[in-house]
Each structure stands twice: as structure tokens, then as C-alpha cells.
């Protein structure tokens, strides 16, 4: 009965041991999830959008000051 208890006990601490290293393992890999940005830090910038939205903001100027 004695050798029946070691092997349990022995099966119960691999276990545990297999799950914390389960458990860090995962742990490490969402932390370095983290570390890397999922989105550039800044937006993109369309130049034809602007070029189009000054011409646009020209007209309207000149028909305000009733040249064009």
C-alpha cells in the first residue's frame, strides 16, 4: 500500500508541475502579444484626399470673394 501512495503522490506532482509550465508558458507568450503594436503609430495619409479637399476649399474661396 505504501509503494501505491509514492506513485500517486509522485503522478500528482508531475502534474502540477506540467500545468505551471502550461501556465508560464502561455503567460510569456501574452505578454509578448503585448510588446508588439498591432496598428502602425500613425495614419496614413491619402495625398491625393488633401489635394483634392484644398481645391475644393480654393473654390469655395473664390466663390466667397466672387472672383472665379
Known amino acids: 500500500m505504501k ?3 509514492s506513485k500517486v503522490m509522485v ?3 508531475a502534474a502540477i508541475g ?3 509550465e ?3 508558458v502561455a503567460a ?5 502579444a503585448e510588446a ?3 496598428a502602425a503609430p500613425y495614419a496614413s ?3 491625393w484626399a488633401i489635394a483634392g479637399r484644398q ?8 466663390w466667397q470673394m466672387r472672383t472665379y
Request: glycine share 0%.
Open 3 to 5: 509503494s501505491m501512495d
Open 11 to 13: 503522478a500528482i506532482s
Open 18 to 20: 506540467a500545468y505551471l
Open 22 to 24: 502550461a501556465e508560464s
Open 28 to 32: 510569456m507568450a501574452a505578454s509578448e
Open 36 to 38: 508588439v503594436p498591432s
Open 45 to 47: 495619409i491619402n495625398i
Open 55 to 62: 481645391d475644393v476649399m480654393f473654390t469655395r474661396r473664390m
